[in-house]
């Protein structure tokens, strides 16, 4: 089974901090997404990377960016912490054209 | 109009009950379809794909609809570890999710 592997489970940071959400996953896949997640609003993709060293923005890239410097790494980067990025964040990856795997998910709080 | 939509529910159903769950979709590009299912407090998990000539897992059973653009996915003989939220998907150019059904199966 592939696996995709979240660095943290549960993050609380402050306000203008930059923060580094890490994503790994185990089967040389291509593909590899960023979500968030937030109650009535669903899943919705912020960036992914077709490959290493490419990025594409989602629907929602504002306060965010990324990084793929190694296929099996997906890095999700806030410049600057917000409160409205108080989050449930999902990384998921995918080869060809079926379903996502996802990583376990980090909740990311800003204070 | 969301590109994906579900009834949020809750669906409160009895064990042993039959549920059926519709979600829509407005991109009649759309290529691919799926059922995800998510607990509490845990990641998206892949139920099945669904087929245009419907599919049946078990007691889980997926249909498309490609005319009038919705998928439904049918529950039958529920149980407990049934409850959960169980999220439409629909491929484009990107997957798509919906917010998700929730679903609650009692004793």
């Known amino acids: 089974d592939v696996k995709v592997t979240q660095s943290s489970r549960y993050l609380v940071k402050r306000t203008g901090e930059k923060v580094f959400l890490e994503c790994v996953q185990d089967m040389d896949h291509e593909n590899m997404f960023w979500y968030r997640q937030d109650p009535g609003l669903g899943l919705r993709l912020i960036y992914f990377s077709y490959d290493v060293k490419m990025k594409e923005k989602g629907d929602i890239p504002e306060g965010y960016s990324v990084s793929r410097e190694k296929k099996e790494r997906f890095s999700l980067i806030l410049e600057s912490a917000s409160t409205n990025q108080t989050s449930m964040y999902l990384c998921?990856?995918?080869?060809?054209?079926?379903?996502?795997?996802f990583g376990s998910g980090t909740r990311l709080t800003v204070v | 109009r969301k590109e994906v939509e579900q009834d949020p529910g809750p669906f409160n159903v009895p064990e042993g009950a039959t549920v059926a769950f519709n979600c829509t979709y407005s991109?009649?590009?759309?290529?691919?379809f799926f059922w995800y299912r998510q607990d509490c407090r845990k990641e998206p998990k892949l139920l099945m794909s669904v087929y245009s000539s419907g599919n049946e897992d078990g007691r889980f059973t997926a249909q498309l609809n490609r005319a009038s653009q919705y998928i439904s996915l049918l529950i039958r003989d529920s149980k407990l570890s049934d409850s959960a939220t169980y999220l439409c998907?629909?491929?484009?150019?990107?997957?798509?999710f919906g917010t998700g059904t929730r679903l609650q199966v009692f004793p």
């Open positions: 998921a990856s995918i080869q060809g054209g079926r379903g996502y795997t």
């Open positions: 998907v629909v491929l484009t150019d990107k997957l798509i």
């Open positions: 991109n009649s590009a759309s290529q691919s």
